[in-house]
C-alpha cells in the first residue's frame, strides 16, 4: 500500500520561512512524478509545485515562482518543498501527491497547515 505523508508546517511571520517534507512509502519514490497543492479555507484545491521523477524538471503556480522551491531526494522516497518570501495568502493546508508513471489514480497525504501572520 503506498502511503504519502507531510510534514513542517506550521505558523510563520510574513516574509519568513518553513520547510515542507512529504515521504513516500510502499513503493520507490522515483515511480511517481510528485507535488504540492494548497487549499484555503473556503477554497478549491489548487497547485502550487510539481517535479518530475528524477528531479529534472519542476514547474511552479506564478503565485509561488521565485519564492518556492521544490526538490526531492529518492534515495530518501521524499521530496521537499522550501518556502521562502511567505505571504499571508500562503495560508493554507498543503497536500502532497504522488502521480504514478502507471497512468493510475494519484496518491495523497491528509495535508499539513501552514499558517502565515502578518
Known amino acids: 500500500e503506498v502511503q504519502v505523508v507531510e510534514s513542517g508546517g506550521g505558523l510563520a511571520q510574513a516574509g519568513g520561512t518553513l520547510s515542507l517534507s512529504c515521504a513516500v512509502s510502499?513503493?520507490?519514490?522515483?515511480?511517481?512524478?510528485m507535488g504540492w497543492f494548497q487549499q484555503a479555507p473556503g477554497a478549491e484545491r489548487e497547485f502550487v509545485a510539481a517535479?518530475?521523477?528524477?528531479?529534472?524538471?519542476?514547474f511552479y503556480a506564478d503565485s509561488v515562482k521565485g519564492r518556492f522551491t521544490i526538490s526531492r531526494d529518492n534515495a530518501k522516497n521524499t521530496i521537499y518543498l522550501q518556502m521562502n518570501g511567505l505571504k499571508p495568502e500562503d495560508t493554507a493546508v498543503y497536500y502532497c501527491?504522488?502521480?504514478?508513471?502507471?497512468?493510475?489514480?494519484?496518491?495523497w497525504g491528509q495535508g499539513t497547515q501552514v499558517t502565515v501572520s502578518s
Open positions: 501527491y504522488a502521480d504514478p508513471h502507471t497512468g493510475g489514480a494519484w496518491f
Open positions: 510502499g513503493m520507490p519514490v522515483s515511480d511517481f512524478a
Open positions: 517535479v518530475n521523477w528524477n528531479g529534472e524538471a519542476t
